[in-house]
């Protein structure tokens, strides 16, 4: 049975605003809290829970253009930027082949998804967040300053 404390989205908010410059994974573990948990109490705040259709969402994001892709652990953190291009979808693996981004994909992994905004003075840093089952972050996207907005929107099915 799971013994941590439960915390409702509002104090978890406020956390996060009482320490703004802590990483996200370090900010859920002194909560005792997901990171997963962490982003979903932003939801209605600059977050949007999205579903992680990890097929469609990989051949939509080629036409958003230079992104950084950030999959990591508690060991090591891989970033890469570049444009996510020669994909191959498939339910068990997906496969990301460019020249810049090249990595494994399982989809069955991806548990949920959320498009994140995070303001930083006048500017907003947008990303797209998977996490597996239990929470843990298993894959994001990061746009850039050049990255296509409406591309990433389209790509989401929540364009207009």
């Excluded at 705040?45 to 579903?51: A, L, S, Y």
Aim: with cysteine; charged share 25%.
């Amino acid at each position: 049975m799971d013994q941590r404390a439960k915390r409702s989205p509002a104090e978890i908010r406020r956390a996060r605003e009482d320490m703004p410059n802590i990483r996200e994974r370090d900010l859920a573990a002194q909560l005792g809290i997901s990171e997963a948990e962490l982003v979903a109490a932003h939801c209605g705040f600059g977050d949007v829970r999205i579903e992680p259709r990890v097929n469609d969402l990989l051949t939509g994001l080629e036409a958003v253009g230079e992104v950084m892709a950030l999959t990591r652990n508690e060991s090591a953190v891989h970033e890469k930027i570049g444009i996510y291009d020669k994909v191959v979808t498939g339910n068990q693996h997906a496969m990301v082949l460019g020249d810049d981004i090249d990595l494994p994909i399982f989809p069955e992994a991806w548990a949920y998804g959320f498009a994140a905004e995070k303001r930083d003075g006048s500017n907003i840093r947008r990303s797209l967040q998977f996490f597996d089952a239990t929470g843990e972050a298993v894959h994001g996207v990061h746009l850039r300053p050049a990255s296509n907005l409406y591309a990433q929107q389209i790509a989401l099915g929540i364009h207009e």
